[in-house]
């Protein structure tokens, strides 16, 4: 019944036009991205290594495809959150908001299980947009630009790692990166949970990410103490596969945290709506 039910939600995904405004707007983005790198991509890498240019002597093609693909997941990993929102926001309250939650109430399936095939049907929105992201930063980018060694620039300095060493790193930054947005997706429904329309949780999980990510950026002692426990401070860590050595032990603690963040968001919505009076 539940593999049954999370059929019937995907159906439900793939029916609303919103459901794919994610998917083209990455596909835009990505677009706009590429185009902009093969236009002026030179200069603008030339302006970063400048300050490197008196100790260091840069030799080959910078503007790759490898560089291009993690560039493009810098920029578009801390917007897809609302593409993701726009659907995942929607899948509780929206039943509410049309008053078919009634009906679904009265199928022979635990509220539990209608619960958890809303979040399996998120989970698996969520990863087809991380996949299209995936392909069309990597596939496209290095079609577009051709392969090369990866130049990365952090807090430590500059790192350059070797083309053979590159993809596995993207492999498990998308990865960890699908578990970042997961949580996103997992936030969205816990509050559609709480919700009689669509807007509310869509809105809510933005300003709870925005809020979370103000308070991590805030150099406050008042807020040192809360700042590892907050998902936002974890929804980068895709980006230490491309440090060397990788700090495996902090993306391992990372992990957790997102995965903690996913269990309890999803404890509180079946606990909700178990209690839920469904009148409409």
Known sequence: MLFKNTYNELIKILSKPRSYLGLGALTILIGIIIFAMKADGESMVSFVTASFEQTLSFNGKLVNGNLIAFIILQMLVVHIPLLIALVTGDLISGEAAMGTIRML??????????????????????????????????????????????????????????????????????????????????????????????????????????????????????FDSIKPYLFTTHMASWRSFFEEPVPFDQILNSVVILLIHIVLLVGITIFKFNKKDITS
């Open 105 to 222: 109430a009265s199928k022979p399936i635990s509220r539990t299980q209608i619960v958890l095939s809303k979040f399996i049907a998120g989970a698996i929105y969520t990863l087809v947009i991380t996949l299209w992201l995936g392909i069309l930063s990597l596939l496209v980018s290095h079609l577009v630009f051709g392969a090369g060694d990866l130049m990365v620039l952090n807090s430590d300095g500059l790192v350059i790692l070797p083309e053979a060493d590159i993809l596995w790193r993207f492999g498990l930054a998308f990865g960890v990166a699908y578990l970042s947005l997961l949580t996103v997706a997992t936030l969205s429904i816990c509050l559609s949970a709480f919700a009689e329309n669509s807007i509310g949780p869509i809105v809510a999980t933005m300003a709870i990410i925005i809020v979370f990510t103000i308070i991590g950026s805030l150099d406050v002692s008042v």
